[in-house]
C-alpha cells in the first residue's frame, strides 16, 4: 500500500462507526434463527402444478402433443407394436439364436453371487475354481474394512474397460462434513483404486502354484486412507501450563533463607491423572509438585482452640532416594471451625458456556458437580449464575438456596455456543457480587471455564490486575477447570492466585465430590490469609538445602515481611505441607566443593539445621502475625510424612527425576502402600494406582 | 485457543449452530465495518449487514474450504450489496412518480449527505467496483486477496486502486481550487 493510501486508510478507520450493539445482537439472532430453520429443510425442491411429478402419462401426453407429424406418429405407432410383439412367447424366439443354451431362471439365480466370474472374459491364467471356492469366504470380512474398498471380484477385471470406480464414492463426497472432492480428487482416488486393482491381480496372478494364498490375496489390498483422516484433523492442543524450571540446589552459606507463599491448589494433580488415565505421561511443564503433594488430606497435628488457626509441625527424616540427606517435612494444619457458625455465604457462579464447552466433560459434568455443590448450602446462602459466551447475561438473579428448583433449573438451562469473552463475564459477576454484600458474610466468584479466555483481556496480566483490584474489595475468587484439550492453566492459576481462591480441576464426577462437597468448606471459607513461609538454613549444619516444588510460588526474602505483598489463603480445615531436601555439612552427597577462598568456617553456634517463620493474616486483617519455631535434628518419620515424601518422588519422576538417583517407580509404589494410613476417601489408593501406570507408561 | 475460521465454517455448513453462532460472532464488526465502506452509511450499512446474516446460513453451503472465510465472506458482502443496490434502483424507478412528499424527502436526504464527512462524499463519487476495491485493499487485503474477492484479475485490482487515486486526487484538487 502506498502513502496517499495509508493516510486514506487511517481517515477509513476513524470514519468507520462501530455497530450498534443492539441491531448486532438482533442481526445475529436472525441469522441463527435463519440457520436453524435450515437445518433440515434441504430436500428437494416441492412439486408445484408447474413442476409436478412427471408421470408416464404425462409424458405420452406431452409427447402425443408435440409429435404432430404424420410421418412421426407413424413411426411412434409402429415401435410401440414392434414392442408388444416382442414380448409375446413367440415374439421372445425371434430373436433367440437356435444355438444359444436355454437359460433358465433357476441356473440365473443361481449365478447371482459371483456373475462376473462367470460370465467375464477372464484373461489372467489363474483357475477359476480357485477364486470361486476360496475368495468369497474370506471377502466378505475384509470387505467391512473400509467405505472405499472395492469389491475384489471386480480386482480381477481392472485391466477391461475403466478402472473400477466404487459406487460408494460418490456418496463420500456427497457428506456434508467433507469438502467438495474435486476432479483432481477422484482421478487420485480413482488411480490409487487402480493401483490397488493391479496389485491385487499380480497377487492373484502369482497365486495358482499355491491356491491356499488365495484367500490371502485380499489382505494385501491396503485401505486408502478413509476422508476422515484426510480432512477431520484432531483438533490441536492448546493447553499451557504454569510452571518455572524446577527449584535448584542452594548452597547455604551463599543464601541461607527461602521465602515462599504457601499453595493449597490441586489443579496439577487432577491434570496428571487425567493424563495418565488416557495412557500418556503428563508433559513435565503440568506436574507442580507442591500441588500433588497437597492433594492428600493429611492427618497432622490439629491446633488448640484458642491458639492460631493453624498449627506449624517439623519432621526431619532421611531422605528416601538418598541416604546421605535429610528432608524437611513442614506441615501446616488449618483448624476446622464449626461447621454450624459458619457465616452465610454468597456464591456467584461464572460459568463459561461458550462453544468450545460443549463436550461431556465440560458444560454437563459442570452442571452434574454444581448440583451436588447445591446440596451443601444453606437456606442462608445466596446463588446466582452468570454466563459469558460472546455478551455475558444474568441466568439467575440472587436467590437463596432454599430455592432448589429455580437454581436448578437455571443450570439446566445453561447451553454451549458462541466465543468467550471473559473479562465480560468476570465485571458483570462482580458486580453482581457486589450487590449482594453484607457485612459478616463472604463473598466469592465461582469461575467455571475450560480456560478459555478468547476476547478481550486474554492477557494473564491484565486479568490478574483485575482480579487483585477486586481482591481488595473483599469478594474472592476460585477457579474449576473442566475438560482437557484446551485448558490454560497458567490463566486459572494467575486468576485463583491473585483472587486469593483455589483452582482446581475437575476431571470427574469423583474429583466434583471431593472439591465441592468434602472440602468445600475449605475451598469457601478463608482461616489465615496470606500466608507465608520462609526458612533460615544453618550453614553450620547444612551445606545444601533444595525445596521442591512451590516454584510458581517462591517470593523474595524481604516480601516476607511487607504485607502489602500477597500470597496464599489457607482454608478451613486445610493441610499444607512444603518439603526441603537438605545436605548436612560433610556428608557425601554434598553436591558443590567448599570455596578455596571463602569463608567457609562457619561457626558451630547450634545444633538447630534451620528456623522456621510462618506469617499470616486473620480474615480480614491487614497487619500480619508471626509463628516461629526451630528446626531441629533427625526425627522418625510418621505415615502422613512419608506418604507426602512418596509423593514428592512421584513428582519429581515425573518431572525431573535429577536428583533421584537410581531410586524409581517401584520405590515409590512401595513407600506410598506401606503409608496409605487410613485413607477413608481412597485418595492414597488412587495414587498408587496412578503411580502404577506411569511406571508401566515410562517404559 | 482459537478454532481456525475455516473449521468452524466447515462444521456450520454441516449444521453445527455452536460453529455458526461463533463464526458470525467473530466476524460480525468486521463485516459491519466492510459494509460501511462499501455503502458509506452507517444505517445503510445495518441494513446491508442484516440482510447478509440472513442469507448467510443459506450461502455456508457453497463454502469451499480452499477459500480463506474472510475472503468468501467479503464475497457475499460484495454480491449482497449488488443485490441490494439493484432492488434500490427498480424502488426508485417506480417510486419516481411520487409527489412531493418524496421529493422533499430526497431533498432532504441529500441535504444530510452534504454534510458527510469529505472521506464518505468522495467514496461515494467513485464507481462501485472501484469504491468496492478501495474498501477491500483499505481492510489490509492484499492485491491478490481483492482479486480472489472480486473474481477479477490481480492486475485489473492494481488498475482500479491507481484509477481510484487519480480520481480522488482530482477530486481533492478540485476541491482545494474552490
Keep these: ?699 | 485457543m482459537m478454532t481456525s475460521d475455516e473449521d468452524l465454517a466447515t462444521a456450520a455448513a454441516a449444521g453445527d449452530g455452536a460453529a455458526f453462532a461463533s463464526l458470525l460472532d467473530r466476524h460480525y464488526d468486521r463485516l459491519f465495518a466492510f459494509c460501511f465502506r462499501i455503502t458509506g452509511s452507517r444505517s445503510e450499512a445495518e441494513d446491508l449487514t442484516q440482510d447478509i446474516c440472513a442469507a448467510l446460513p443459506a450461502k455456508l453451503a457453497s463454502y469451499q474450504r480452499r477459500a480463506k472465510v474472510t475472503t468468501w465472506l467479503y464475497r457475499v458482502a460484495v454480491n449482497a450489496a449488488h443485490d441490494r443496490r439493484r432492488k434500490r434502483a427498480t424502488y426508485a424507478k417506480a417510486t419516481a412518480g411520487w409527489g412531493d412528499w418524496e421529493v422533499n424527502r430526497t431533498a432532504a436526504h441529500a441535504d444530510t449527505s452534504q454534510k458527510l464527512d469529505w472521506l464518505t462524499a468522495a467514496m461515494r463519487q467513485l464507481s462501485t467496483d472501484l469504491r468496492n476495491t478501495l474498501a477491500l485493499v483499505l481492510d489490509d487485503m492484499t492485491h491478490a486477496q481483492a482479486a480472489e474477492v472480486m473474481g477479477v484479475s490481480e492486475g485489473t485490482i492494481s488498475w482500479r486502486i491507481s484509477e481510484a487515486k487519480k480520481a480522488l486526487r482530482a477530486l481533492k484538487e478540485q476541491e482545494d481550487m474552490v
Design chain 1, 1 to 699: 500500500m502506498t502513502d496517499d493510501l495509508n493516510d486514506l486508510k487511517a481517515m477509513m478507520d476513524k470514519a468507520t462507526p462501530q455497530p450498534d450493539a443492539a441491531r448486532r445482537a438482533e442481526n445475529i439472532a436472525l441469522a441463527q434463527k435463519s440457520f436453524a430453520d435450515l437445518q433440515g429443510s434441504r430436500d428437494a425442491a416441492r412439486p408445484t402444478a408447474v413442476t409436478g411429478p412427471k408421470g408416464l402419462w404425462t409424458g405420452v401426453k406431452t409427447m402425443l402433443n408435440t409429435i404432430t407429424t404424420k410421418g412421426g406418429l407413424t413411426t411412434t405407432t409402429a415401435l410401440v407394436a414392434c414392442g408388444f410383439l416382442f414380448l409375446t412367447p413367440q415374439g421372445q424366439d425371434i430373436l433367440r439364436p437356435p444355438s444359444a443354451p436355454q437359460i433358465t431362471m433357476t441356473e440365473f439365480d443361481n449365478a447371482i453371487p459371483q456373475p462376473q466370474i462367470e460370465t467375464g472374459p477372464l484373461t489372467d491364467d489363474f483357475s477359476e475354481d480357485a477364486i470361486i471356492q476360496d475368495a468369497p469366504a474370506d471377502a466378505g470380512a475384509e470387505l467391512i474394512l473400509g467405505p472405499m474398498e472395492a469389491p475384489e471380484q471386480e480386482l480381477s477385471f481392472a485391466d477391461r474397460s475403466r478402472p473400477a470406480v466404487p459406487k460408494e464414492l460418490p456418496q463420500v463426497t456427497n457428506e456434508a462434513l467433507m469438502p467438495q472432492m474435486e476432479d483432481a480428487d477422484i482421478d487420485e482416488a480413482m488411480r490409487q483404486q487402480q493401483t490397488r486393482a493391479v496389485q491385487g491381480r499380480q497377487s492373484l496372478n502369482a497365486a495358482p502354484a499355491a491356491p491356499s494364498e488365495i484367500t490371502a490375496a485380499p489382505r494385501i489390498v491396503v485401505p486408502a486412507p478413509s476422508v476422515d483422516d484426510v480432512t477431520i484433523m484432531p483438533a490441536p492442543n492448546t493447553e499451557t501450563f504454569a510452571n518455572d524450571d524446577p527449584n535448584p540446589l542452594k548452597i547455604t552459606a551463599e543464601e541461607p533463607v527461602s521465602t515462599f507463599s504457601i499453595d493449597v491448589d490441586t489443579p496439577a494433580y487432577a491434570v496428571v491423572r487425567s493424563s495418565l488415565s488416557r495412557g500418556q505421561l503428563p508433559p513435565a511443564q503440568a506436574v507442580r509438585i507442591e500441588e500433588l503433594v497437597n492433594y492428600f488430606p493429611y492427618d497432622y497435628p490439629t491446633p488448640d482452640a484458642g491458639e492460631a488457626p493453624f498449627r506449624p509441625t517439623v519432621t526431619t527424616f532421611q531422605t528416601p532416594w538418598n541416604a546421605d540427606t535429610q528432608l524437611v517435612h513442614i506441615a501446616l494444619q488449618g483448624q476446622m471451625p464449626e461447621v454450624a457458625a459458619r457465616p452465610p455465604l454468597n456464591l456467584v457462579f461464572l460459568i463459561d458456556t461458550s462453544g468450545s464447552m460443549d463436550d461431556p466433560t465440560k458444560l454437563p459434568l459442570l452442571k452434574q458437580s454444581f448440583r451436588l455443590m447445591l446440596d451443601q448450602l444453606r437456606p442462608e446462602d445466596q446463588v446466582a449464575i452468570v454466563e459469558y459466551a460472546g455478551s455475558a447475561g444474568q441466568v439467575l438473579v440472587p436467590t437463596s438456596a432454599s430455592e432448589r428448583t429455580t437454581i436448578l433449573q437455571a443450570i439446566q438451562s445453561l447451553g454451549a455456543g458462541g466465543s468467550t469473552n471473559g473479562q465480560g463475564g468476570l465485571e458483570q459477576a462482580y458486580s453482581v457480587a457486589e450487590a449482594m454484600r453484607e457485612d459478616g458474610e463472604v463473598n466469592r466468584v465461582i469461575l467455571a471455564t475450560d480456560g478459555d479466555f478468547n476476547v478481550g483481556l486474554s492477557n494473564p496480566d491484565a486479568l490478574k490486575d483485575f482480579i487483585a483490584d477486586k481482591r481488595e474489595t473483599g469478594t474472592y475468587l476460585s477457579v474449576l477447570g473442566f475438560g482437557r484439550g484446551n485448558l490454560d492453566d497458567a490463566t486459572m492459576q494467575a486468576l485463583a492466585q491473585n483472587g486469593n481462591g483455589t483452582a482446581a480441576y475437575i476431571d470427574t464426577l469423583s474429583e466434583a465430590q471431593k472439591v465441592l462437597v468434602d472440602q468445600l468448606s475449605g475451598a469457601l471459607f478463608p482461616i489465615a490469609g496470606d500466608v507465608k513461609v520462609q526458612v533460615e538454613f544453618n550453614p553450620a549444619q547444612v551445606a545444601e538445602y533444595r525445596l521442591i516444588g512451590y516454584e510458581t510460588r517462591a517470593l523474595n526474602r524481604e516480601d516476607f515481611n511487607n504485607d502489602t505483598v500477597d500470597a496464599g489463603e489457607l482454608g478451613a480445615g486445610h493441610a499444607v505441607t512444603a518439603i526441603y531436601e537438605v545436605t548436612p555439612v560433610g556428608s557425601p552427597a554434598q553436591l558443590s566443593d567448599p570455596l578455596r577462598y571463602g569463608a567457609n568456617t562457619v561457626a558451630e553456634t547450634s545444633d538447630e539445621l534451620g528456623f522456621l517463620k510462618l506469617r499470616y493474616k486473620e480474615p480480614g486483617e491487614a497487619v500480619s502475625q508471626l509463628i516461629e519455631t526451630p528446626i531441629t535434628g533427625s526425627s522418625v518419620p510418621g505415615t502422613e510424612a512419608n506418604f507426602a515424601a512418596a509423593i514428592a518422588g512421584f513428582g519429581q519422576l515425573l518431572r525431573d527425576d535429577r536428583f533421584l538417583g537410581n531410586w524409581g517407580y517401584d520405590d515409590a509404589i512401595a513407600l506410598a502402600n506401606a503409608n496409605r494410613g487410613e485413607d477413608s476417601f481412597g485418595y492414597r489408593t488412587e495414587a498408587v494406582q496412578l503411580m502404577r501406570l506411569a511406571q508401566s507408561l515410562s517404559r
